[in-house]
Protein backbone atom coordinates (compact mmCIF):
# COMPACT_ATOMS: atom_id res chain seq x y z
CA UNK A 1 0.00 0.00 0.00
CA UNK A 2 1.12 3.16 -0.55
CA UNK A 3 1.91 5.88 1.76
CA UNK A 4 -0.94 7.86 0.42
CA UNK A 5 -3.66 5.83 0.56
CA UNK A 6 -2.37 4.97 4.08
CA UNK A 7 -2.23 8.55 5.08
CA UNK A 8 -6.20 9.03 3.25
CA UNK A 9 -7.19 5.52 5.17
CA UNK A 10 -5.78 7.58 8.17
CA UNK A 11 -7.86 10.32 7.87
CA UNK A 12 -10.89 8.53 6.97
CA UNK A 13 -10.61 6.71 10.20
CA UNK A 14 -9.62 9.80 12.29
CA UNK A 15 -12.88 11.85 10.63
CA UNK A 16 -14.67 8.68 11.75
CA UNK A 17 -13.45 9.15 14.96
CA UNK A 18 -14.25 12.96 15.36
CA UNK A 19 -17.84 12.47 14.35
CA UNK A 20 -18.60 9.91 16.81
CA UNK A 21 -16.71 12.21 19.82
CA UNK A 22 -18.82 15.44 18.19
CA UNK A 23 -22.03 13.41 18.87
CA UNK A 24 -21.00 12.31 21.95
CA UNK A 25 -20.47 15.95 22.72
CA UNK A 26 -17.12 16.98 23.73
CA UNK A 27 -16.24 20.00 22.98
CA UNK A 28 -14.72 20.82 19.14
CA UNK A 29 -11.47 21.81 20.87
CA UNK A 30 -11.22 18.46 22.44
CA UNK A 31 -11.80 16.49 19.26
CA UNK A 32 -8.78 18.53 17.46
CA UNK A 33 -6.70 17.62 20.01
CA UNK A 34 -7.85 13.71 19.89
CA UNK A 35 -7.67 13.34 16.29
CA UNK A 36 -5.58 16.14 15.09
CA UNK A 37 -8.10 17.04 12.83
CA UNK A 38 -8.05 21.33 11.76
CA UNK A 39 -10.80 23.32 12.94
CA UNK A 40 -11.69 23.42 9.77
CA UNK A 41 -12.82 20.24 9.72
CA UNK A 42 -13.93 19.35 13.08
CA UNK A 43 -16.91 22.69 12.68
CA UNK A 44 -17.36 21.07 9.15
CA UNK A 45 -18.36 17.24 10.75
CA UNK A 46 -19.85 19.33 13.40
CA UNK A 47 -22.34 21.31 11.30
CA UNK A 48 -23.11 17.54 9.11
CA UNK A 49 -23.91 15.83 12.73
CA UNK A 50 -25.94 18.91 13.38
CA UNK A 51 -27.89 18.48 10.22
CA UNK A 52 -27.79 15.06 10.86
CA UNK A 53 -29.97 15.88 14.60
CA UNK A 54 -27.82 13.71 16.46
CA UNK A 55 -24.99 16.34 18.87
CA UNK A 56 -25.61 15.41 22.23
CA UNK A 57 -28.06 18.23 23.60
CA UNK A 58 -25.37 18.81 26.29
CA UNK A 59 -22.64 19.83 23.70
CA UNK A 60 -22.22 23.80 24.18
CA UNK A 61 -20.27 24.14 27.47
CA UNK A 62 -16.74 24.06 26.64
CA UNK A 63 -13.87 23.13 27.95
CA UNK A 64 -13.39 23.95 32.08
CA UNK A 65 -10.65 23.67 34.81
CA UNK A 66 -11.05 21.90 37.97
CA UNK A 67 -11.78 25.31 39.52
CA UNK A 68 -14.66 25.74 37.97
CA UNK A 69 -16.33 21.86 37.99
CA UNK A 70 -15.29 21.52 41.73
CA UNK A 71 -16.42 24.30 43.40
CA UNK A 72 -18.62 22.95 46.52
CA UNK A 73 -19.43 19.56 47.94
CA UNK A 74 -21.92 18.45 45.48
CA UNK A 75 -19.70 19.02 42.60
CA UNK A 76 -16.67 17.47 44.38
CA UNK A 77 -19.09 14.04 45.12
CA UNK A 78 -20.15 14.24 41.30
CA UNK A 79 -16.69 14.64 40.27
CA UNK A 80 -15.41 11.68 42.26
CA UNK A 81 -18.44 9.20 41.70
CA UNK A 82 -17.44 10.18 37.72
CA UNK A 83 -13.60 9.97 38.13
CA UNK A 84 -13.89 6.68 40.69
CA UNK A 85 -15.63 4.40 37.76
CA UNK A 86 -13.06 6.21 35.14
CA UNK A 87 -9.78 4.26 37.33
CA UNK A 88 -12.20 1.20 38.10
CA UNK A 89 -12.89 0.54 34.00
CA UNK A 90 -9.37 2.25 32.76
CA UNK A 91 -7.55 -0.38 30.63
CA UNK A 92 -4.68 2.25 29.73
CA UNK A 93 -2.19 3.97 32.40
CA UNK A 94 -4.50 6.80 32.89
CA UNK A 95 -1.39 8.78 33.90
CA UNK A 96 -0.01 8.63 31.17
CA UNK A 97 -2.97 8.76 28.68
CA UNK A 98 -6.94 9.80 28.51
CA UNK A 99 -8.68 6.39 27.82
CA UNK A 100 -12.02 7.75 26.00
CA UNK A 101 -13.52 4.29 25.97
CA UNK A 102 -13.15 4.18 29.60
CA UNK A 103 -14.34 7.67 29.90
CA UNK A 104 -17.33 7.09 28.10
CA UNK A 105 -18.18 4.38 29.78
CA UNK A 106 -17.73 6.13 33.58
CA UNK A 107 -20.21 8.90 32.39
CA UNK A 108 -22.96 6.55 30.90
CA UNK A 109 -22.75 5.17 34.82
CA UNK A 110 -22.16 8.55 36.49
CA UNK A 111 -25.08 9.76 34.29
CA UNK A 112 -27.73 6.92 35.04
CA UNK A 113 -26.66 6.64 38.72
CA UNK A 114 -27.32 11.11 39.02
CA UNK A 115 -30.62 10.06 37.08
CA UNK A 116 -31.80 7.79 39.30
CA UNK A 117 -30.82 9.99 42.38
CA UNK A 118 -32.77 13.18 41.25
CA UNK A 119 -35.49 11.03 40.65
CA UNK A 120 -35.95 9.43 44.05
CA UNK A 121 -34.87 12.51 45.60
CA UNK A 122 -35.38 15.63 43.53
CA UNK A 123 -31.74 17.53 44.70
CA UNK A 124 -29.45 20.15 43.48
CA UNK A 125 -26.84 18.26 41.12
CA UNK A 126 -24.73 19.76 38.56
CA UNK A 127 -24.34 17.78 35.35
CA UNK A 128 -21.03 17.12 34.18
CA UNK A 129 -20.73 16.26 30.61
CA UNK A 130 -18.38 14.61 28.76
CA UNK A 131 -16.44 17.65 28.29
CA UNK A 132 -15.93 18.00 31.94
CA UNK A 133 -15.28 14.23 32.58
CA UNK A 134 -12.19 14.85 29.67
CA UNK A 135 -10.87 18.19 31.46
CA UNK A 136 -11.25 15.88 34.95
CA UNK A 137 -8.83 13.40 33.50
CA UNK A 138 -6.23 15.49 31.78
CA UNK A 139 -5.81 17.54 35.30
CA UNK A 140 -5.50 13.85 36.78
CA UNK A 141 -3.09 12.78 33.98
CA UNK A 142 -0.72 16.10 34.20
CA UNK A 143 -0.68 15.34 38.21
CA UNK A 144 -2.76 18.33 39.02
CA UNK A 145 -5.54 16.54 40.29
CA UNK A 146 -5.49 13.36 42.40
CA UNK A 147 -7.09 10.37 44.04
CA UNK A 148 -7.28 10.80 48.32
CA UNK A 149 -8.04 8.61 50.83
CA UNK A 150 -10.30 9.88 53.89
CA UNK A 151 -9.21 9.09 57.09
CA UNK A 152 -12.41 9.30 58.52
CA UNK A 153 -14.59 7.38 56.37
CA UNK A 154 -11.96 5.31 54.73
CA UNK A 155 -13.70 6.35 51.15
CA UNK A 156 -11.76 7.47 48.53
CA UNK A 157 -12.30 10.58 46.10
CA UNK A 158 -11.04 12.58 43.52
CA UNK A 159 -9.33 16.20 44.52
CA UNK A 160 -7.43 18.86 41.91
CA UNK A 161 -5.33 21.43 42.99
CA UNK A 162 -7.34 23.92 41.13
CA UNK A 163 -10.66 23.15 43.01
CA UNK A 164 -12.13 25.99 44.38
CA UNK A 165 -13.35 24.58 47.58
CA UNK A 166 -11.66 23.57 50.99
CA UNK A 167 -13.73 20.59 51.37
CA UNK A 168 -11.72 17.22 51.87
CA UNK A 169 -13.74 14.57 51.71
CA UNK A 170 -17.22 15.37 50.50
CA UNK A 171 -18.50 12.08 51.82
CA UNK A 172 -18.63 12.90 55.73
CA UNK A 173 -19.33 15.70 57.41
CA UNK A 174 -16.18 15.89 59.30
CA UNK A 175 -13.63 17.17 56.87
CA UNK A 176 -12.44 20.76 57.16
CA UNK A 177 -14.60 23.44 55.32
ZN1 LIG B 1 -14.82 11.02 54.64
Known sequence: MSSVSTRSKDCVQQRKIAYDMI???YSPKIVQI???LTYRQVSLLKKKAEENMCVCANTSRSSRSGASI?????TKIEASILMLLYMKLAIL???ESIDLQALEKSHDIYQSIRDEIITLYPVQMEFLT????WCLAKEFR?????????????????????QSTLID???CQVSGH
Do not use: L
Not at 70 to 74: P, S
Not at 130 to 133: H, L, N, Y
Not at 142 to 157: H, L, P, R, V
Open 130 to 133: ITDA
Open 169 to 171: CPF
Open 23 to 25: VRG
Open 34 to 36: ETT
Open 70 to 74: IHNRV
Open 93 to 95: NIN
Open 142 to 162: SEEAMFDKCSECNTSYFTSSN
